[in-house]
């Protein structure tokens, strides 16, 4: 069964960093994309970054280029991002999804809130 | 950057009736599309991909249709389950992969 399991989320203040993590269960992770998406609360769906098998292609949103981070160990089974100069419209749900067997993403992790406020 | 746009962004219709959301893309997207259903408080599910391919556990009430630009996704007879937000994404090799700004469904 796939799971993805983020963590590090937390209030973090203005221009701060904050590193989240999401570990992969359940499939064979070096053959992946792997995505994160995030959600202020009551908005809608935003995609942030996607990070190719061996994490030699990373593209990312205008929005957060720069600023945000992604990465990957194969070996750990584990995605990361590192987000730097936060700002309050950083403040969202943070979901790692992948796309396994499917064109499109079709596993999520349950998220992580990360707050930015003074 | 390719812009997802969705409509309505809200509706409310019965147990029972035939509903449709829109999703138009500003270029070309071939069938790249997918559709997820977000229900309150939960982690959206895919419904949809290629445009028109019902994922596998998806109830058949759900389609879609298009290619191109203009997409649809019909619930043919809508169930108090259905309701939910739901968001087409464009998932072909340029990125971003852009969601739309959602549709949200209530039960009348």
């Known amino acids: 069964e796939v799971q993805l399991v983020e963590s590090g989320g937390g209030l973090v203040q203005p221009g701060g960093s904050l590193r989240l993590s999401c570990a992969a269960s359940?499939?064979?992770?070096?053959?992946?994309?792997m995505h994160w998406v995030r959600q202020a609360p009551g908005k809608g769906l935003v995609w942030v970054s996607r990070i190719n098998p061996d994490g030699s292609i990373i593209q990312y949103a205008d929005s957060v280029k720069g600023r945000l981070t992604v990465s990957r160990d194969n070996a750990k089974y584990m995605l990361y991002l590192q987000m730097t100069s936060l700002r309050a419209e950083d403040t969202a749900v943070y979901y790692c999804?992948?796309?396994?067997?499917?064109?499109?993403?079709?596993?999520w992790g349950q998220g992580t809130l990360v707050t930015v406020s003074s | 950057d390719i812009q997802m746009t969705q409509s309505p962004s809200s509706l409310s219709a019965s147990v029972g009736d035939r509903v449709t959301i829109s999703c138009r893309a500003s270029?070309?997207?071939?069938?790249?599309l997918a559709w997820y259903q977000q229900k309150p408080g939960k982690v959206p599910t895919l419904l949809i991909h290629?445009?028109?391919t019902l994922q596998s556990g998806v109830p058949s009430r759900f389609s879609g249709s298009g290619s191109g630009t203009d997409f649809t996704l019909t619930i043919s007879s809508l169930q108090p389950e259905d309701v939910a937000t739901y968001y087409c994404q464009k998932y072909n090799s340029d990125p971003p992969e852009t969601f739309g700004g959602g549709t949200k469904v209530e039960i009348k």
């Open positions: 359940g499939f064979t992770f070096s053959r992946y994309w």
């Open positions: 290629a445009a028109s």
């Open positions: 270029q070309d997207i071939s069938n790249y």
């Open positions: 999804a992948t796309s396994v067997g499917c064109p499109a993403v079709n596993y």
